[in-house]
């Protein structure tokens, strides 16, 4: 099975943000070292805590310090720009890495709806017109011209367009156009994953780059040598999740300092539901959790996200998983 990486630039208690995005660079440069597929960056805006703003800036960066991986966004969120633009710019990273660009686009804000106007100050508007935007992008980023008007600078190459989402509508619509699709499992721990799924399988309609439907799913997941070091790192991201429900937003917290402090008895079922779904444990235990969930979803692609406050667990979380399901690199 082929593995995957997004990466979210997550700021940490006790760094700066700015740290978070020199790590990003330093993970990618890891990943392919241990033969990772891909290496997918988001974009959020106004959080305190997912801070990668500006994707197509950060693989230009990711480009310039590989040579191997494929490198993309997950996502472009598409309504807050022109399709033009985004063409034009992705057209420039396949220049600069011929061959390993993906344009993962989506349709939510990602942030609040007061810094999506902020953005484009017809957010709300912008976002019906993604299935047009959609058309736009995959035309200008596939042929010499499109009403007209040609998006440079043109190559042998184009950049592989994915539709990104969490919902029945994405897989529709990746499924109109005979794009790949990507799940974003990790939003709401896999609800809903099998019927989007399926659906997109069912009404894909081929298209000359992609004759066959190509989906993945992106998961969370933390791998450590004991299954207790694991769960002991995956408290932070446990506690973001807690407080997030409450509107508390901020950087990634110390495992320490979380299991110091404990969660209340309210906070518990939710932790508890999380902890039931989640993909936490040795290199071993994680990979037979991806197996079995590549089996039920028919995948032969899974992305992986992880969140640790150190950035050292996080290498080594994505060297066990590397090393369980034999990624070339993964043993030197």
């Not at 207790?228 to 917290?253: I, T």
């Amino acid at each position: 099975m082929t593995l995957s990486v997004l990466d979210q630039s997550v700021s940490v208690a006790g760094s700066t943000e700015d740290a978070a995005i020199r790590d990003t660079l330093d993970l990618a440069q890891h990943c392919e070292r241990l033969g990772y597929a891909r290496f997918w960056v988001s974009e959020h805006h106004g959080l305190p805590t997912i801070i990668g703003s500006a994707p197509e800036i950060l693989m230009a960066a990711i480009a310039a310090r590989t040579t191997r991986i494929r490198i993309g966004s997950a996502g472009v969120m598409l309504p807050h720009y022109s399709a033009l633009k985004v063409a034009e710019q992705f057209r420039v990273l396949e220049a600069l890495a011929p061959g390993r660009i993906d344009l993962g686009v989506g349709r939510a804000p990602g942030g609040d709806m007061r810094t999506a106007r902020a953005l484009n100050p017809n957010a709300h508007a912008a976002a019906d017109q993604f299935p047009e935007q959609v058309r736009d992008l995959q035309a200008w980023t596939s042929l010499p011209a499109h009403q007209g008007i040609a998006a440079h600078p043109h190559g042998p190459h184009a950049p592989a367009v994915w539709i990104l989402g969490s919902s029945n509508y994405g897989a529709q619509l990746a499924a109109h156009f005979g794009l790949p699709y990507a799940y974003a499992y990790f939003f709401i721990d896999g609800q809903g994953a099998d019927e989007a799924l399926a659906l997109y399988r069912r009404l894909y309609r081929p298209s000359e780059r992609h004759p066959e439907p190509q989906a993945t799913v992106c998961v969370w997941a933390l791998a450590a040598d004991t299954h207790e070091a694991a769960a002991h790192h995956a408290l932070g991201r446990e506690r973001w999740r807690v407080d997030r429900a409450r509107g508390v937003l901020g950087p990634l917290q110390a495992p320490e300092a979380i299991a110091r402090r404990g969660f209340t008895p309210d906070e518990w079922p939710t932790v508890e539901a999380m902890r039931a779904k989640a993909f936490v444990g040795t290199g071993a235990e994680v990979g037979a959790q991806l197996r079995d969930l590549a089996d039920e979803l028919q995948l032969d692609e899974i992305v992986i996200n992880t969140w640790a406050h150190d950035p050292a667990v996080r290498r080594t979380s994505y060297a066990l998983l590397a090393h369980e399901f034999g990624l070339e690199g993964s043993s030197r």
